[in-house]
Every structure is written in C-alpha cells, then in structure tokens.
C-alpha cells in the first residue's frame, strides 16, 4: 500500500537538488490546502459534484502534490513518465497517479521530446478535481516563492497583488509559464486572488522547508 513514507523515501533516494525538493514540498502543502477548503465549503468549485467533494482525502492529494516532480531531476527528458510508472509499480491510487500524468499539456512535451516515451503518452487529459488543482497549483508555486525570497520578510505580508504584478512582469522569474499561470486557474474554475490568497497561507505554514538550507 503506497504511502507517505514511501513517498518520502522516495524523494530522498531520487531528489537530490534542494531546489526541487522545495518546490515539491509547496506543491504538496498547496495541494492538500486547496483538499481541506474544497471539503471544508471554504473555496466552491462550480463544476464540481457534491460526491466527489465528499471522496476528497486530503492526504492523499497531498502525496500527488509531493511526488509530481519525482523524476524532473533523473529522467528530466521523460517526465512524468517514470515516475508515474513508479508510482503503478508501487500501488499508488488512480487519483495520484493520474493527476502526476496529467499535470503538463501535450503543447510543451512536443516541444520537449514528444509526446510518447516508452509507448506511454507523457500527459494525459485533466478529468478530475485533483488534476486541475494539481496543475493550477504547480507554477503558481514557483512564482509565489519566488516573490517572497526578494521581501524581507519572506512570506509572512506578502499579499495576491505583489505575486500579480509580478505575473505581468515577464522578465521575472522567466522559467514560469504565464499561460499557464492563468489558464489552470481559469480551468480550475476559481479566481486568481482568492487562489493565490490559500496558497501563500499554505505556504506560510512550511517556510522552515522553504527558507533553510
């Protein structure tokens, strides 16, 4: 049975860059986050049945969160790919394994390599709740943490506007990828200052991972 332990052994075996370590950890803390107010009623998704919102275990989304990237540094031609064959070889649920698969667009991977490596499709269509949050979470992070590192007092007042007019900012933490920036959210169905708003609290609650060495 795939687990957090597992996951954490995981990414200390494969994940050796600091960096990406990070990433993955905000990813996760913003992924479980958005699990816990979706259940809660604190954040409405439109489009989302009441069934499905009563299925959510946030653990579990916060496990997808962690090991989205858990090959980016290994196998950075092939990813997801590996980790997500991992992840099926290690008894990972559906949930996870398909919003690891899905959190990219067939755009960049055709651009990066193709879209099929070893006869599987690098990404696969966002069908469920988890995979949208997934894939509007993932480079907002990046953006949010790279804001902050320049205040300093890091997370702590930063507020949606200052990590708005840096999207706008182009020559700003260039690796970022507006267009996805905004077109997750919009996927996702919620608006980007309440969206930007849960996650610098989720963040907020692990600066020690984010701001140590």
Do not use: Q
């Not at 332990?5 to 950890?25: F, G, P, Q, T």
């Not at 959190?103 to 995979?131: C, Q, Y």
Request: charged share 30%.
């Amino acid at each position: 049975m795939f687990n957090r332990e597992i996951a954490e052994k995981y990414v200390e075996d494969n994940v050796k860059n600091i960096n990406l370590r990070k990433h993955m950890y905000a990813v996760e803390a913003c992924v479980k986050a958005y699990a816990i107010a979706i259940k809660e009623g604190s954040v409405k998704i439109n489009n989302a049945l009441n069934e499905d919102v009563s299925k959510i275990d946030p653990e579990e989304w916060a496990l997808a969160g962690l090991m989205h990237d858990g090959d980016w540094e290994s196998h950075p031609d092939k990813h997801p790919v590996m980790v997500v064959k991992w992840l099926k070889e290690n008894g990972a649920s559906e949930n996870i394994i398909n919003a690891i698969h899905s959190h990219g667009n067939v755009e960049w991977a055709e651009s990066n390599g193709g879209n099929e490596i070893d006869g599987m499709n690098r990404f696969i269509p966002r069908t469920k709740l988890l995979d949208k949050v997934l894939f509007a979470v993932d480079e907002m992070s990046g953006l949010i943490v790279a804001v902050s590192l320049m205040r300093p007092n890091k997370l702590m007042d930063l507020e949606p506007k200052s990590v708005i007019k840096k999207i706008k900012d182009k020559g700003f933490a260039k690796g970022v990828n507006r267009e996805d920036l905004t077109s997750s959210i919009t996927e996702l169905g919620v608006d980007m200052d309440s969206h930007i708003s849960l996650m610098i609290n989720a963040l907020r609650a692990i600066s020690f991972r984010l701001f140590t060495e």
